[in-house]
């Protein structure tokens, strides 16, 4: 099969304007996203960060037009996401996996729960069966295909979900905090495979996150405050402003906190430690 | 409240072949004002131990004891309380994993005041608890307490169950996985409210939680479970510098832990025991110092050998 990363020039997924207001009966109207700008390319590993109510979810809900702007355009591919012809083809582009793992499996066995996108779209049994082995083989959950989803951990869980959203076959998927409800092996082995998409498959990737240290992992973050992108960098050069980011609400990942306090200690670092090995480098 | 938990054991669908023990012989106390850490992976029994300590579940063996009477028996509710049976148990209020999931009122604040009502208060009083609870949670009443719980961001939803159970002032506060999904600011000031307030009213605090940063602020006991059975008990910052422990039980040491613990792996003589990183610099300087003064030792010395 080809690879999911279709690596091309010019940006994936675009944004002019972007407005978006929420009208809540009787209590008025929230403006979520307040005229944001924003292009992510082909192949891209992104990291989404922002306080709790600043537009993540909003904004990421506009990449496979589960939302469509209330003022401005998204476009997806090149394909605006508020013409209603075109959702079908957005949405077989980007795949979406929430936190709670629990919500968004609907099947008794694994395969069928990740079979579930390809049989929606009406492809011929033998397409079905290749493209559910492909994605249960790249989550390394073949295994697992007769285990009934809710049998298994959290992480595993996480991992189902992932295959579904690939089974697919789209050329980006959105995590929204995809492991803040998994203990630390599942966290590592869903981060573990986000980047294995992006690096082998070319999986264009959005990773919304309140982990530092996750954020860290993308090779561009997006820090997001009050429905507008604040900060846009390299981790590293985000990370290197401090005060920024606390006035934000955010934080440095620890390494980086550990790093800032030594060089105010007199030790000299060089810049752009993420994380606690590179720390442990530079220091011996 | 002193809590004993004796040889308890839980069952989920005993006799079917969806049979899974939860808890195998679990046995502890919790004193009174203690806070507590309960750490494990997934699947290793936490949530279901927690929910038997609010009474919420029944025993398949073994019995949980709120200062002496069981924790799940079914009390007649006092003659004050008009909402049902909550007595001892509302002692104890428990914020599930997925907090947002016990939302239902209309507004955030008749979520917040559900609690409070329940235990009977006089209107003024559940407005104040409300208010203070919204603040405890890092939620500005004045712009919340009208809003649709259903509107709020995932972080918020999370926040306003937080406050419902706060609001009941409980003598044990047991919080499941209380930061996951707030913003690092959020997190910090929750830990930081939730101990502020242990502290001035002495009540018992219990957190679940895979993040053990976070534990680290609050939390001066660790119990680590996995499989359904205690594997470790004791002093926090003990229990969290046992790597190995850790490592087994399928936890992350803490960062600052896992980084004096490379240091000293490469000849470092530092103690690995700390787990905050302001904590783990102050150790990291003080032994940079040590070396750095043993390196000019060894610098002059092989000048002054080279010189003779």
Known sequence: ?284 | MLIRVERLVHTYSPGTPLERRALREVSLEIKPGERVGILGPTGSGKSTLVQHLAGLLEPTAGQVLLDGVAAHARTAPPPRMRGGWGGRRLRVGLAFQYPEDQIFEQTVFREVAFGPHNLGLAEAEIATRVRWALEMVGLDPATMEERVPFTLSGGEMRRVALAGVLALRPEVLILDEPTAGLDPRGRRNLLARVQAWQAETGSTLVLVSHNLDDLARVAERAVVLVGGRVVADGPFRQVLSDGELLRAAGLDVPQPVALLQALRASGWDVRTDYLLPEEAVAEIARAGVVRREHANHVRSDRLWYQQH
């Open chain 1, 1 to 284: 099969m080809q690879p999911f990363g279709r690596l091309r020039a010019g940006p994936f997924i675009e944004a002019r304007g972007l407005e978006y207001t929420y009208s809540l009966e009787g209590s008025g109207r929230i403006a979520a996203l307040q005229g944001l700008d924003l292009a992510i390319g082909w192949g891209e590993f992104v990291a989404l960060i922002g306080p709790n109510g600043s537009g993540k979810s909003t904004l990421a809900r506009h990449f496979n037009g589960l939302l469509v702007p209330t003022a401005g355009e998204v476009r997806v591919g090149g394909l605006l996401t508020s013409d209603p012809h075109n959702l079908r083809a957005v949405r077989q582009q980007v795949g979406m996996v929430f936190q709670n793992p629990d919500n968004q499996l609907v099947a008794s066995t694994v395969e069928e729960d990740v079979a579930f996108g390809p049989e929606n779209l009406a492809l011929p049994p033998e397409d079905i069966r290749a493209r559910v082995d492909e994605a249960l083989d790249i989550v390394g959950l073949l295994d697992y295909r007769t285990h009934p989803p809710h049998m298994l951990s959290g992480g595993q869980k996480q991992l189902v979900a992932i295959a579904g959203a690939l089974a697919t076959r789209p050329a980006c998927i959105v995590f929204d905090e995809p492991t803040s409800m998994l203990d630390p092996p599942g966290r590592r082995k869903v981060l573990e495979t986000i980047r294995r998409l992006n690096a082998a498959e070319g999986m264009t990737v959005v990773l919304i996150t309140q982990s530092m240290d996750e954020a860290a992992l993308a090779r561009r973050a997006l820090v997001m405050h009050a429905g507008r992108i604040a900060m846009d960098g390299p981790p590293a050069e985000i990370f290197e402003q401090a005060e920024q980011l606390r006035a934000l609400g955010l934080d440095l990942p620890s390494a980086v906190e550990i790093a800032d306090g030594l060089r105010s200690q007199n030790i000299p670092l060089p810049p752009g430690l993420l994380t606690v090995e590179a720390l442990a480098r530079a220091l011996c």
